[in-house]
């Protein structure tokens, strides 16, 4: 027999077997974890209390795969006063299978994203994060692994838009291709030694629904970087994406029945499990971790410095920074943009951990002196501002060195915006 005919004979009998061969899979997935070490202020969240959820979740199912989508760090002084390393020491006890680049995996520098993949006992994905030549920062853009018969290929992919949301400084040789063309070459190149492929990816919306409609190769989207999570699936012609909304606060819970012979799926159910501290016992080993380095930053961090009449929301902490930014260079107006304010402030006593919870970056505050006809759109909207007058304008060096780039002349040099925050409650005392 020839060696043509024994292999079509293979391909035909390959067929017969699969086709129609429905098997099911579960997918539990988090994103924006952003260090979050601790439950919050309500007892949401906290890596122990994720570990457990998963274990529970994993218990309950036969095959099974756990992702994260992306910024497991940047969010907590754990994180910002050792470079986000501990962070990926104690995900690795939550049981993650994938993860895959955040912008914020940027944020101490490149370098940094190499000790995060040594110390991570889990793969790292990134199939659009490449240097000039072509070669891939965490050196994997995908990973095929079988579960309950089935071969399911996961392509890590991070927003083409990181140029935007990272400093050209800390990104080094790296850039993002395209997410449309990346897609496609890597669901060409896996072919059929994958029968379903999941994307892990760390994207804005409007790009997971591009990736929807452009490729049926993909059948599942697991999403990260929206902090607003999903309520509902989203589909499209039977291919669906899913997310949940950050910090640890929930689990999502993916359960699918796959056709293995067809590459299509039959049916899916998805849950947003909550995931406190009434809930779920913390897992032991994690928590001993958790607490190892929280005591390294307690005396730092854990200091009464005010009070809060009230419960502040991001969107309502931001008039209350520009002010801060005014009093502390003498400027005239001050500009904060809302996605640099990473948390709210809760009523009661304020510690210098919340101030450091609102503004982990170590950003500083940059002025520069500005007509009004010159002032960025992003200030003077919503304001009266003479065209002729010159005003002193603060902001964060963050923003500053975007806009130094339409050639306005900000400094590079100026207080940290954190100390800036935390002088200013204890100098008022009481935060309204």
Known sequence: MSILRIAFLLLVTSYFLHAGEVRSLTILHLNDLHARLLPDDRKRGGFAYVAQAIRHEREK????LVMHGGDLVQGTPVSTIFDGVPVYEVASQLGLDFHTLGNHEFDYGWHKI???M?????TILSANVVNEQGKLLTGEAYRIREVNGIRVGVIGLLTDKLHSLTRTSLMGPWKTLPIIDTVRHYVDLIGDRADLIVVLAHIFPSEENSILRSNKGVSIIIGGHHHGGQDDVKEYQGRICVKTRPYGRELGRLDVEFDVGNKRLVSYRWKRIPI??????PDPVTMKLVQKWETRVAKIVDVPIGRSVRTLKRHELRQWIESAMIHAVDADIAYMNLGGIRDGLPEGEILARHIWNI????NLVVTARLRGSELPKEVSTGRVISAE???????NDFIAEKWRERGLPFKKDGPALRDVLINWVR???VVQ
């Open 114 to 116: 190499r000790e995060f």
């Open 427 to 429: 100098q008022h005392k």
């Open 276 to 281: 406190n501290t009434h809930q779920y016992l």
């Open 389 to 395: 007058r010159e005003y002193v304008v603060a902001t």
């Open 61 to 64: 199912a036969d095959g099974v």
């Open 118 to 122: 040594n110390e991570a006992s889990f």
């Open 359 to 362: 503004m982990p970056f170590d």
